[in-house]
């Protein structure tokens, strides 16, 4: 059953998104929050959350500084970025943050409840008529990594550690961390979590 977290400010945006993914299915569980700190209690309380949809500019924060904090508590949670503005960087910075899709708050409802469907099927989302836009071409390439490192990284999404990896792959734990910064150089990642969620937004990773 699909549990999804809405993050945002402004209680119209929170109840009208509300109202929206019920009448599509009423027995989503959805869940609200106006700040950074209560979407991680709520993820940290319900780790059947799966899809948050987060405002792109909380005030005080810039939500994308905090995606990381969101996936260490949750490494499999998927995050959408909602936004008023729709400017190619916008878009192209929130994707290459890792995230699985942007949904511009001026879409439909109709369209809002297409976007939600694909990305609760693992899909990206990102809008037809946004996609003239530099993540485009960063898209197709995948930035495919070459076998050793996508066992790697595979693996890591699992929750192995480097010590788990280099005894399943047979290696030693330097080779292991070698090939993980090589990997982070690959995908410009800051971080082993950061990857994970860069390499399932390309479809690296399922």
């Known amino acids: 059953m699909p549990h999804?977290?809405?993050?945002?400010?402004?209680?119209?945006?929170l109840s009208g998104l509300e109202t929206i993914l019920l009448a599509y299915n009423p027995t989503l569980h959805i869940y609200q929050a106006t700040h950074i700190e209560a979407a991680k209690a709520h993820i940290r309380r319900n780790p059947s959350i799966n899809l948050m949809l987060l405002d792109r500019t909380l005030p005080g924060t810039d939500s994308l500084q905090h995606l990381?904090?969101?996936w260490e508590i949750s490494p499999r949670l998927r995050?959408?970025?909602m936004s008023a503005v729709e400017s190619r960087q916008s878009?192209?910075?929130?994707?290459?943050?890792g995230v699985a899709g942007f949904i511009p708050k001026s879409l439909p409802p109709e369209t809002v409840i297409i976007a939600i469907q694909r990305l609760l099927a693992g899909q990206t989302y990102i809008p037809r008529e946004l996609l003239d836009n530099p993540y485009t071409q960063y898209a197709k390439t995948n930035a495919a990594l070459p076998i050793r490192h996508t066992e790697i990284l595979s693996l890591a999404?699992?929750?192995q550690t480097n010590k788990q990896i280099a005894n399943t792959l047979q290696l030693t734990e330097g080779t292991v961390k070698q090939h993980f910064n090589a990997i982070l150089k690959t995908l410009c990642a800051d971080n082993r979590t950061h990857a994970i969620q860069i390499a399932r937004v390309r479809?690296?990773?399922?």
């Open 4 to 13: 999804i977290l809405i993050t945002d400010d402004h209680p119209m945006i």
């Open 68 to 70: 990381a904090e969101f």
């Open 79 to 81: 995050i959408a970025i």
């Open 91 to 97: 878009i192209s910075e929130a994707m290459e943050a």
């Open 157 to 159: 999404a699992n929750g």
């Open 203 to 206: 479809g690296i990773l399922c």
